[in-house]
Structures are given as structure tokens and as C-alpha cells.
T-cell receptor, first 113, second 115 residues
Framework: KNQVEQSPQSLIILEGKNCTLQ??????????LRWYKQDTGRGPVSLTI?????NTKSNGRYTATLDADTKQSSLHITASQLSDSASYIC????????????FGTGTQLKVEL | DADVTQTPRNRITKTGKRIMLECSQT?????MYWYRQDPGLGLRLIYY???????NKGEISDGYSVSRQAQAKFSLSLESAIPNQTALYFC??????????????FGAGTRLSVL
């Protein structure tokens, strides 16, 4: 069964600090891995997408890494801001069409003053 | 994303009632999707449509039906709502391009409670 597991479930950090979120997956055959940000009361918004051949992808203060051999990904947030408070969801696709996505349960991040 | 609009945003209904959730998009995308999100679970696909004449079941389609009235409109119906259909429902769209990197754009969600 295709699965995506994320850790930690929740995280509280101080504004300005860095943090790293983890994602392990067992989806096969692998097509791509995506990180989404979901603000409270909103739909998920895409941050990064990586295919098998890409091992790092940045979007501003967000940097995602992918190790397709160990089936692990991480999302690193640099110099956190209050607006980074959200749920971060790891999503793995096993087709090229993007319609078969396996979603993780998310890491709930809270950034405090 | 304001380009994908879901109505209503919140709905409370009773067991056995028929309810329709609506989704419209101004992105001009051919592909539309319905997902549900439950606490402690990842989003799960209910139905998807790649064009007006194409409807496909997702992993949890039982108890749901959909209608693709136009390229821009995709509605989800619960013919006889039951309490375990209480969830947050999301509509999403994509344009089908970009190959493996096809991005989905989500609406703000509909929070449904079935009493």
C-alpha cells in the first residue's frame, strides 16, 4: 500500500529560527514528490515539486531535498516568520498525470514571537 | 486560491438529506478533482474529471456522485448524507501540462457536518 509518513506531527519554533520537516514514503512506482503549505481555513498551495532526478529545490526561504534511494524528503525553512505558521503536507505521485497522489497527514508548524 | 471557488464554505445537514457542493474555476483548466480531508488522515481523492465528458472514481467514491456541467464547473453530491461524511472537502484543478510536474490548485474548502 502506498504511504506517506511525516514527522514531527507538530512543531513550535521561535520567529527567526530554522526548522526541518521530514517525509518518508513507500509509493511505487515513484513519479514526483511535492510539498504543499496549508494555512488554516485555506486549501493547500504548492511549494515545490521534485522528480526522481532532482535532489533539491528551493522556493524562497523553503528548500526541499529528495533522496529517492532511501525514499526520504525534507523541507527546510530558513529564518522563519509568523506567516510560516501552517500545516506542511508531503505528497507523492506515482503517475505522470498527477492524478494519483498520496498525501501525508502534514506537520503542523507554529512560529511564535 | 481565489481562482477556484467552492460553495458553500460551511454546511450543516441532517442524516439522509441530499446535499450538493459546488466548485467553479476561472483558471481555464480541463482537469478537476474532489478530495476530502479528515483529522489525522491525508487528503483522499473522491472523483476526478479530465474534461467535460470524462468522470473517474477516486479511492473513496462510495456514497458520492459528481457532475461536470461545464469546463469550469464540477459539483459533488451526497445523495443521502451520513455522519461519517462529516469532513472538509476540497476541489482542485490542474491544466494537465507539465507532465510529471502537473500542479493542482485548490479551493478554500467546504466544511460539511452531517448530524
Amino acid at each position: 500500500k502506498n504511504q506517506v509518513e511525516q514527522s514531527p506531527q507538530s512543531l513550535i519554533i521561535l520567529e527567526g529560527k530554522n526548522c526541518t520537516l521530514q517525509c518518508n514514503y513507500t509509493v511505487s512506482p515513484f513519479s514526483n514528490l511535492r510539498w504543499y503549505k496549508q494555512d488554516t481555513g485555506r486549501g493547500p498551495v504548492s511549494l515545490t515539486i521534485m522528480t526522481f532526478s532532482e535532489n533539491t529545490k528551493s522556493n524562497g526561504r523553503y528548500t526541499a531535498t529528495l533522496d529517492a534511494d532511501t525514499k526520504q524528503s525534507s523541507l527546510h525553512i530558513t529564518a522563519s516568520q509568523l506567516s510560516d505558521s501552517a500545516s506542511y503536507i508531503c505528497v507523492v505521485s506515482n503517475t505522470g498525470g498527477g492524478n494519483k497522489l498520496t498525501f501525508g497527514t502534514g506537520t503542523q508548524l507554529k512560529v511564535e514571537l | 486560491d481565489a481562482d477556484v471557488t467552492q460553495t458553500p464554505r460551511n454546511r450543516i445537514t441532517k442524516t439522509g438529506k441530499r446535499i450538493m457542493l459546488e466548485c467553479s474555476q476561472t483558471k481555464g483548466h480541463d482537469r478537476m478533482y474532489w478530495y476530502r480531508q479528515d483529522p489525522g488522515l491525508g487528503l483522499r481523492l473522491i472523483y476526478y474529471s479530465f474534461d467535460v465528458k470524462d468522470i473517474n472514481k477516486g479511492e473513496i467514491s462510495d456514497g458520492y456522485s459528481v457532475s461536470r456541467q461545464a469546463q469550469a464547473k464540477f459539483s459533488l453530491s451526497l445523495e443521502s448524507a451520513i455522519p461519517n461524511q462529516t469532513a472538509l472537502y476540497f476541489c482542485a484543478t490542474s491544466d494537465g501540462t507539465g507532465g510529471a510536474k502537473n500542479i493542482q490548485y485548490f479551493g478554500a474548502g467546504t466544511r460539511l457536518s452531517v448530524l
